[in-house]
C-alpha cells in the first residue's frame, strides 16, 4: 500500500459502509466509530458476541482518529500496559490476513533519544524494564543512531534505545480494516447517527443500570453500551450525571516535502528533551510533531461539535515556532520552506496521562474505553482485548488498576480542573519520568485539617487523588522542593531525620486522606464476611485486616474493617481507593438487603502517634490506660486526649508501637497542637509521607498498587494469615486449588549489599543469570543505611520457590546498567520479630 502524498495528509479513508436500518434493540451498542470502537466491534465479534451495533454520529474514523500520527509503541509505564500495546501490535499486523484489508502496519521501528546523561539513565532503566515486559530493546550510542538517521545531528546526543518491534500504521485504514472484520462477522455499523443521551434504569443504593441509547433516530435498548467517542464521551456520561474525566487539547504537528535520504522504512523518533517526535511517511516527506510543556485546551466548553468531523483547528506557528526550532537543530537540513502543511488536531487527554477503560462508578452495563492522551492508535486495540476480556468475566483480567476509571473522583470531572491540567498533560509524554515526580497544575483542590500546620513547618506536599500530602518537611531557611534525580535525591536527608525521630522516640504523621466509610445494617456482617477474606465477625472494637479477592483469588483491594456495634464497622482503605472500593462493596451488596454504605473521608481526621514513646505522649494526655493489657494491639476505643474525644485504634503502617487518632475535622487542629507540645520533650517531629513510605518498605508491609493488585494472589503475597478459610468469601474455591499447589511466584523482601545505590521500584531482578522478576517498590532505608526493596520472583528453572531455596542465593537487582548483589529473605529487613510493633 502506498500512502497518499503529503499534500494530503492526514488522510481520510475511502470506504462506503453497507447501509442499515437502526434497530430497536441489540446486545451491545457501541457509541463512536474511531479506532477504539472499531477494534470493540472486531474484537467482540471475533470472540464470538453476535446482535453488535456501533454507531457513529458522522463517519468512521472522522474524529481524532484519522489526523493521529499513526505511531504505535510497545513499551509503557507498566507491565500491564505493555501487554495492551504488544497486543495493539499482533492485532495490527495480523488485520490484513483477517480481513483482507490492508491497515498499512509497518513494522519500521522504534528510536528514542537521550541528550544529557539523566535522560540516558531513564532509557537504561526503561531498556531493563523493556527486557522484564519481553520487549525487545537495544541501548545504543550516538553514532549508532545516526545510522537510522543520515540527517540526524548528533553533537548533543548521549545516546538512545532502539525498539525494533514498533512500528506503525495508516490511522484511517487501520479502522477501515477493523470495521471490515466486525462486517464480515455480522456487526451492524451505522453512520450518520448521533447519540444524544443514555437510557437507565434506578436500581437503588445509587445504581444506574444503563439500558440503552437515545438517537437523533430513536432508541435502542441494550444489555451493554460502550463508549468509545473519546473527546465526545465526556459530555454524553454527563447527561446522567457519571463522570468520564478528559477534555480535548491542540496538539500539532506538520508534514514536509519528501527529503532526500528518508525512508519509510525509517524508525519512529522521539527526542524526548526537546518534546519532539518525527518520523517517515510513505512518500519521503517527514511529520514532525512536538509536546509542549504547556498546551492549549481546546475552548469549547462542556460540548464538543458534533458536526466537528474530518476536520482540523487553525494553524498556530507562532506556538509551533520553538518545537520547529528545535526540529530543525536536530534534523540537519531542514528549514521552514519543506513545510507543507500544518496540522492543529484537538485530541482528549486524561488528568494522569493514563487512558480510561472500565465501568464508570455506581452504573451497570456501561463501559467506557477512551482518553487515550495522543496514544490511541497505539493502545487502543490492545485495550479493546483486554475490555472485552473484562466484560466477560465480570472483572479485570490483570492488573489494569492504573486506567480503572474509578480512579478519579468527581471534582477531576470539573471543566475547569480538567482544562488547567491537560495542559500539562500533554506535555508529559516526553517529560522525564522522574521518581515521585508531583503534578504542577489543578493543585489546591483538597486539604486535610493540618494543612496550615504543614505549611508553618515548610513542607513540601505531593498531591494524590487531589489532597495535597506533606512529602517531607525542609528545615527553616531551605526550600520545600523536589530536586529530581534517579540518583538520590535533595530531601532524602530531611526524610532520614524524620524517620529516625519515629524509630528512636515518637513522630506525629498525618494519614487523613485515608478513605474511611461506615457500613451500618443487619446484613452487613454477611455481605463483609462474603466479600473478605478474613473472619469478620469479632468482638466489638476488635479491628480487621484483610482483603478483598475477585473470583480468580486475587486482590480487589487491601483495608482495615474497625467493628463499632453488632451491625456497624467502620472500613479504612487507601487514599487511591476511595471510589473503586466503595464501588465494589457496592455492587456486591445484594438487593433488598438492610446494608447501607456512606462515604466518611472527609468528616475525619487522621493523625497517627507513632515511636517507641508514644504511649508515654499520649499518657500526657489521656486517663485511658494505654498498657499492652489494656489496649493490645489491634484494638479499637473511643478515648479523651485533652478534652476532645477521638477513636483511638492501636495499628502501624510504619513498623512502630503506635495509635491512629481518628479525630472529627472540627477538632483535629487542637488535637495535633496538645500532641506536639506533650511531646516537646521527647522531640517529637512529624514525619511526612515520604517517611511514612520508607518505613512501610522498611517492615515489609504490602501496599495496593505495587505489592497488591489483580495479578496477585494472598499466597503470592505472603498475607495468608490473614485468611480464614472456616468462611465462605469470595475467590475461596480459586484460593483452595491454588493452595494445593507448590508457588511458582512469590514477594520477597531484598537488602542491596551496596550502601551507596538508590532504589525506586521498577527494577529487574536477577537470580544468578537469570531475570526472574521486578521491584514493586524500593527505597533508600537511612534505618539500614542501604536500598531495599520488595519484589514478586518467579524460579528460574520453572519450578515452585522454597524458603530454602533463597538463603544464600545469588540474587541482584539491576540499576543503571549495574548489577548489585542482594540478599534475600521472607521476613522483613527490620524488626522482623515484630517486638517493636508490640512495644
Not at 139 to 151: F, K, V
Not at 240 to 263: N, Q, S
Not at 299 to 327: R, T
Not at 686 to 692: H, L, R, T, V
Amino acid at each position: 500500500m502506498v500512502q497518499t502524498l503529503f499534500d494530503n495528509t492526514p488522510v481520510k479513508a475511502n470506504f462506503e459502509v453497507p447501509e442499515s436500518d437502526l434497530p430497536k434493540s441489540a446486545q451491545v451498542v457501541i457509541v463512536g466509530g474511531g479506532i477504539a470502537g472499531a477494534s470493540m466491534a472486531y474484537l467482540l465479534a471475533k470472540q464470538g458476541w453476535s446482535d453488535i451495533v456501533l454507531l457513529e454520529q458522522s463517519k468512521l474514523a472522522s474524529g481524532t482518529t484519522w489526523h493521529s500520527a499513526g505511531q504505535v509503541g510497545q513499551l509503557r509505564a507498566s507491565s500491564a500496559q505493555t501487554k495492551v500495546n504488544k497486543a495493539s501490535v499482533e492485532i495490527f499486523s495480523s488485520l490484513k490476513e483477517d480481513t483482507g484489508h490492508d491497515p498499512g502496519w509497518l513494522q519500521c521501528g522504534g528510536l528514542q533519544l537521550a541528550s544529557c546523561d539523566e535522560r540516558m539513565n531513564q532509557l537504561q532503566r526503561n531498556a531493563a524494564m523493556a527486557d522484564v515486559f519481553g520487549v525487545e530493546a537495544q541501548m545504543i550510542s550516538a553514532e549508532e543512531c545516526q545510522q537510522y538517521w543520515p540527517m540526524l545531528n548528533t553533537g548533543d546526543l548521549k545516546g538512545g534505545i532502539y525498539l525494533p518491534g514498533d512500528g506503525r500504521v495508516l490511522p484511517g485504514e487501520c479502522v477501515v480494516s477493523l470495521a471490515k472484520g466486525a462486517l464480515q462477522r455480522g456487526v451492524k455499523i451505522i453512520e450518520g447517527v448521533e447519540v444524544s443521551s443514555l437510557l437507565y434504569e434506578d436500581k437503588g443504593s445509587g445504581v444506574k443500570r444503563i439500558t440503552g441509547v437515545c438517537t437523533n433516530k430513536g432508541e435502542v435498548k441494550a444489555e451493554w453500551v460502550v463508549l468509545a467517542g473519546n473527546m465526545w464521551m465526556r459530555q454524553l456520561a454527563m447527561t446522567i450525571g457519571v463522570d468520564v474525566p478528559l477534555y480535548p487539547c491542540e496538539h500539532h504537528y506538520v508534514i514536509t516535502r519528501p527529503i532526500e535520504g528518508v525512508t519509510r522504512d525509517s524508525p519512529c523518533t522521539r527526542d524526548p528533551n526537546a518534546g519532539l517526535y518525527f518520523r517517515a511517511l510513505d512518500d519521503g516527506g517527514l511529520k514532525l510533531g512536538a509536546f509542549k510543556k504547556r498546551s492549549k485546551p481546546w475552548q469549547v466548553g462542556d460540548k464538543v461539535p458534533s458536526q466537528f468531523a474530518f476536520d482540523l483547528l487553525e494553524p498556530d506557528w507562532p506556538d509551533f515556532e520553538e518545537p520547529f526550532a528545535d526540529h530543525m537543530h536536530r534534523l540537519k537540513g531542514i528549514s521552514r520552506e519543506d513545510v507543507v502543511k500544518f496540522v492543529n488536531g484537538p485530541e482528549a487527554f486524561t488528568p494522569d496521562n493514563n487512558f480510561i477503560m472500565g465501568e464508570p462508578f455506581g452504573t451497570e452495563g456501561l463501559f467506557v474505553l477512551g482518553g487515550w492522551n495522543s496514544a490511541g492508535i497505539a493502545c487502543s486495540a490492545g485495550a479493546a482485548k483486554y475490555a472485552v476480556e473484562w466484560i466477560e468475566n465480570g472483572g479485570m483480567t490483570m492488573d489494569l488498576g492504573s486506567v480503572d476509571i474509578r480512579r478519579f473522583m468527581p471534582f477531576q470531572n470539573g471543566r475547569k480542573y480538567l482544562q488547567e491540567r491537560v495542559s500539562e498533560v500533554l506535555g508529559l509524554h516526553y517529560q522525564m519520568a522522574w521518581p515521585g515526580r508531583q503534578m504542577e497544575t489543578a493543585r489546591n483542590v483538597r486539604h486535610s485539617a493540618f494543612y496550615e500546620k504543614h505549611k508553618s513547618l515548610n513542607a513540601c506536599f505531593g498531591e494524590t487523588a487531589g489532597w495535597e500530602r506533606p512529602l517531607f518537611y525542609a528545615p527553616e531557611g531551605e526550600k520545600a522542593e523536589i530536586e529530581y534525580s534517579f540518583l538520590r535525591q535533595n530531601w532524602q536527608k530531611w526524610t532520614a531525620e524524620e524517620v529516625k525521630s519515629c524509630r528512636e522516640s515518637v513522630a506525629l504523621l498525618d494519614q487523613s486522606t485515608f478513605a474511611k466509610y461506615l457500613f451500618q445494617g443487619r446484613d452487613v456482617v454477611g455481605i463483609l464476611q462474603w466479600l473478605c477474606g478474613a473472619n469478620v465477625d469479632v468482638e466489638v472494637g476488635k479491628t480487621v485486616y484483610t482483603g478483598m479477592f475477585n473470583e480468580r483469588g486475587t486482590f480487589e483491594s487491601d483495608l482495615t474493617l474497625v467493628r463499632l456495634a453488632e451491625d456497624s464497622y467502620y472500613i479504612v482503605t487507601a487514599t487511591g481507593q476511595q471510589r473503586k472500593d466503595f464501588d465494589w462493596i457496592t455492587r456486591h451488596i445484594p438487593e433488598g438487603s438492610h446494608a447501607q454504605l456512606t462515604d466518611v473521608t472527609e468528616q475525619w481526621s487522621v493523625v497517627s502517634v507513632m515511636g517507641p514513646n508514644s504511649r508515654k505522649v499520649l499518657e500526657r494526655l489521656s486517663a485511658a490506660d494505654f498498657s499492652n493489657e489494656a489496649f493490645p494491639f489491634g484494638v479499637s476505643r473511643e478515648i479523651n486526649v485533652g478534652i476532645h474525644q477521638v477513636r483511638a485504634i492501636r495499628l502501624t503502617y510504619v513498623g512502630e508501637l503506635g495509635w491512629e487518632l481518628h479525630v472529627p475535622v472540627a477538632q483535629a487542629s487542637y488535637v495535633w497542637d496538645e500532641l506536639m507540645q506533650a511531646g516537646r520533650e521527647f522531640g517529637i517531629k512529624p514525619a511526612g509521607n515520604n517517611a511514612i513510605s520508607t518505613m512501610r518498605i522498611e517492615k515489609a508491609y504490602r501496599a495496593y498498587g505495587h505489592e497488591l493488585s489483580p495479578d496477585e494472589t494472598p499466597l503470592m503475597a505472603g498475607l495468608s494469615f490473614a485468611i480464614d478459610w472456616d468462611t465462605d468469601f469470595l475467590g475461596k474455591e480459586a484460593l483452595l486449588q491454588a493452595k494445593e499447589k507448590e508457588l511458582s511466584k512469590r514477594l520477597v523482601n531484598f537488602v542491596l549489599d551496596d550502601d551507596s545505590t538508590v532504589l525506586w521500584g521498577n527494577e529487574p531482578i536477577y537470580w544468578g543469570e537469570h531475570l526472574v522478576g521486578y521491584t514493586t517498590s524500593a527505597a533508600y532505608s537511612p534505618t539500614l543505611g542501604r536500598s531495599i526493596a520488595m519484589g514478586y520472583v518467579s524460579h528460574p528453572h520453572g519450578s515452585a520457590i522454597k524458603v530454602s531455596d533463597l538463603k544464600g542465593a545469588d540474587f541482584s537487582i539491576l540499576n543503571l546498567g549495574v548489577k548489585c548483589p542482594a540478599k534475600a529473605s521472607l521476613s522483613p529487613a527490620y524488626d522482623p520479630k515484630r517486638l517493636k510493633v508490640l512495644g
